[in-house]
């Protein structure tokens, strides 16, 4: 059964983004069945263009990534949510939507913050450098991620286990 995890940010432009692509990117390397989604709060309506140029420097792929609402994951038709990740404090802070999971229960939910790449200063290539160091330490938490033995794991332990990775 594929676990489905949705990455929140507040204009699904930048961090939740890198985050979807890190996780899929990494689950299909090691042949996980995990799903990452991004959304957003109040979206943009377009991907920052420096988190594009991070992820296809990494290797991959992001053809179809848009900037959406977390709208789309709450209802009948949207894929059952295992997992719920928010990459940025003030997505943290709002009030989400119900989502659930594939057993009509509410997915785990945890918080894993980074700095808003796009306020970095420098010019292009501070927001270049930026930008791929916040998809480093995207991706090494969604490895971490990609280690649990996701399939077999309670909500308690799962919740517990996240909130580990946030500390890391």
């Known amino acids: 059964m594929t676990i489905n995890v949705l ?3 507040t204009h699904n432009s930048a961090r939740s983004v890198l985050g979807e692509g890190m996780l899929n990117h990494w689950a299909k390397k090691l042949g996980k069945d995990v799903r990452a989604y991004s959304a957003g709060s ?10 594009l140029e991070a992820l296809h420097n990494a290797g991959v792929d992001t053809t179809g990534y ?3 609402s977390w709208d789309e994951f709450s209802g009948d ?3 059952p949510l295992s997992i719920v990740i928010t990459v ?3 997505a943290a802070a709002e ?8 057993t009509g229960e509410q997915p785990v939910k945890v918080h894993w913050g980074y700095p808003d790449p796009s306020n970095a200063e420098g010019g292009d290539d501070g927001k270049r450098r930026a930008f791929e160091l916040t998809r480093q330490a995207i991706g090494y938490r969604m490895l971490q991620l ?4 996701l399939e077999t794991m309670s909500k308690a332990d799962l ?7 946030a500390k890391s």
Do not use: E, T, Y
Not at 42 to 51: H, K, L, Q
């Open 77 to 79: 038709d949207a894929p």
């Open 66 to 68: 848009r900037s959406k």
């Open 88 to 90: 940025c404090d003030s």
């Open 146 to 149: 990609l280690q649990l033995p």
């Open 7 to 9: 990455i929140l940010c």
């Open 42 to 51: 109040a979206p943009s309506g377009r991907v920052n263009p420096f988190a």
């Open 159 to 165: 919740q517990q286990a996240l909130a580990k990775i």
């Open 95 to 102: 009030q989400c939507p119900v989502f659930f999971g594939g």
